[in-house]
């Protein structure tokens, strides 16, 4: 998948982590005793990572990176 499509994806998935916030957080909360503001955040700093891996998804450049025993990788 191209970069600024895997990014396009990524910030999908962040903006429904963002949009459902409150019931997964209700989950959090039921299955693992978590206080529900503290899942909540949890949840938004997900997507907020999640936003940043697709940016810098985009800054991919196809730079080789020399490796040991004559295998490569990218």
Known sequence: MAPFDRAQT????????RERA????AVLTMEQ???LLQ???EILGS???IDWFAE?????FGQ???AA???RTY
């Open 10 to 17: 990524l910030r999908q998935a962040a903006a429904l982590l």
């Open 64 to 66: 080789v990176i020399p």
């Open 39 to 41: 899942a909540r955040n």
């Open 56 to 60: 810098e998804g985009k800054r991919c």
């Open 22 to 25: 409150d019931l997964i957080a």
């Open 33 to 35: 005793g978590k206080p």
């Open 69 to 71: 025993r004559d295998r």
């Open 47 to 49: 997507a907020d990572v």
